[in-house]
């Protein structure tokens, strides 16, 4: 085992248990017990006061019930994503289990020869995005988060495996993956929607957000496509994947422009998906100031 201080091995020992738990359940019971929990835990959390003032700050229209409302659902969602986590291979491996809607664009970049981004925010069962990695094997790469614990970090990669599949964390190592991968045709999968303090001011609900610049950056530079995705739970317990047209990159000749201006339309569609279904969105990341 890793030499980790004490309070990492407590924590991978309690995430081990509780996937452990989840396991024992079985999907359904695991995400609905998951759910559950969180709702119960969730509000009583720091992070709960922060998610509320951004959901009031973004869509000032709720009102206090509705935003109360938002954020239980908002709790039950990363509830049940934590509760699936030991059945999402099984999850896209299941048709029934999944509608996906826009395939054929995984179909035009196959064709291309060319690299792409598929980008995502941290919305709905955003794990789900891996099916575009299954679909295009050894060609993609995913660009992930690590856990600041290395044995739970260690634990989450070893469900997430995939013989034709990458993956990579965040950082120097996921910038020279990603460049690799566009020199290369790859075609790299990730979500960006989260605060980078080193980024590009770009407004996001009216409020100017530091956001990651790579994606357009490159894009802009290497004429790489970047098609949106999203992914949702349906009413009926079952989950959708819908991947959208890539997006219309700019080409005014000034190289900051049109990275802001291609970050703005990223940023907006994570909007429109926002505003349609808030509950599904992360509240409780810290994304403006």
């Known amino acids: 085992m890793k030499d980790v201080s004490l309070k ?32 119960k835990i969730g509000p009583r959390m720091k992070v709960h006061s922060l998610a509320r003032s951004n959901l009031e700050q973004a869509l000032p229209d709720l009102s206090p019930q509705e935003i109360e409302d938002t954020l239980m659902h908002m709790w039950d969602n990363l509830g049940r994503n934590v509760g699936e986590l030991p059945f999402n291979k099984a999850i896209m491996a299941n048709p029934e289990e999944v509608e996906i809607i826009g395939g054929e664009h995984m179909d035009t970049y196959l064709e291309s020869g060319k690299a792409a981004f598929f980008v995502t925010a941290h919305y709905g069962p955003w794990e789900l995005v891996g099916l575009v990695g299954q679909r295009l094997g050894s060609r993609a790469t995913g ?11 260690d634990f989450f990669q070893e469900m997430r495996a995939d013989p034709h599949y990458k993956f990579v964390p965040k950082g120097r190592e996921g910038a020279r993956a990603i460049l690799k991968a566009a020199r290369a045709g790859g075609a ?24 990651a610049p790579a994606v357009a950056e490159i894009a802009c530079k290497m004429d790489v496509p970047i098609y949106p995705m999203r992914t949702e739970r349906l009413a009926s317990g079952k989950r959708r994947l819908t991947i959208y047209p890539a997006l219309e990159r700019p080409d005014t ?3 900051t422009q049109d990275v802001h201006a291609l970050l703005k339309v990223i940023n907006e569609t994570y909007e429109e998906w926002i505003t349609d279904r808030p509950d599904h969105w992360f509240w409780v990341h810290n994304r403006w100031s």
Do not use: H
């Not at 091995?9 to 969180?38: D, H, K, N, P, S």
């Open 8 to 39: 990492y091995r407590l924590e991978w020992i309690a995430v081990r248990i509780v996937i452990w738990t989840f396991r024992c359940l079985g999907l359904t019971r695991a995400a609905a017990f998951g759910g559950w929990l969180a709702r």
């Open 143 to 153: 660009i992930y988060r690590a856990a600041n614990n290395p044995l739970v970090e």
């Open 188 to 211: 790299i999968v990730l979500l960006n929607d989260q605060k980078l303090n080193g980024g590009m001011a770009v407004p996001f609900f009216g409020r100017e957000a530091m956001t």
């Open 253 to 255: 000749g000034d190289k």
